[in-house]
């Protein structure tokens, strides 16, 4: 089981950026592809970004693709979401989560661990 926290949500205007962050332990980091999805209110969780054991491999939503860079730091055990240009529809509570195996997935029953979200708020 990995246990994951992200941190560095919070609120921000329309156009601007946050880079979220998603700490993980227990399993070893380096093993396991990782992923962000977000849920709206009143909205089903969705896919946002994943990326695989080594990094070289990303996949993104189209709607952040271009906007959002998914990255990770195999000797930090984190996972990192920089957001820029942000809009007001990318307001969500954003999860990190842990796939179960080392290769690029999308789906989220492809995810064995969450955390527990961060709050992203854009005004417009």
């Known amino acids: 089981q990995v246990q994951l926290v992200e941190s560095g949500g919070g609120l921000v205007q329309a156009g601007g950026s946050l880079r979220l962050s998603c700490a993980a332990s227990?399993?070893?980091?380096?093993?396991?592809?990782m992923g962000w999805f977000r849920q709206a209110p009143g909205k089903e969780r969705e896919f946002v970004a994943a990326?695989?054991?080594?990094?070289?491999?990303?996949d993104y939503a189209d709607s952040v693709e271009g906007r959002f860079t998914i990255s990770r730091d195999n000797a930090k055990n984190t996972v990192y979401l920089q957001m820029n240009s942000l809009k007001p529809e990318d307001t969500a509570v954003y999860f990190c989560?842990?796939?179960?195996?080392?290769?690029?997935?999308?789906?989220?029953?492809?995810?064995?661990?969450w955390g527990q979200g961060t709050q992203v708020t854009v005004s417009s």
């Open positions: 989560a842990a796939a179960s195996g080392p290769w690029v997935v999308v789906g989220s029953a492809d995810f064995g661990s």
């Open positions: 227990g399993r070893t980091f380096s093993n396991y592809a």
């Open positions: 990326i695989s054991w080594s990094g070289r491999s990303t």
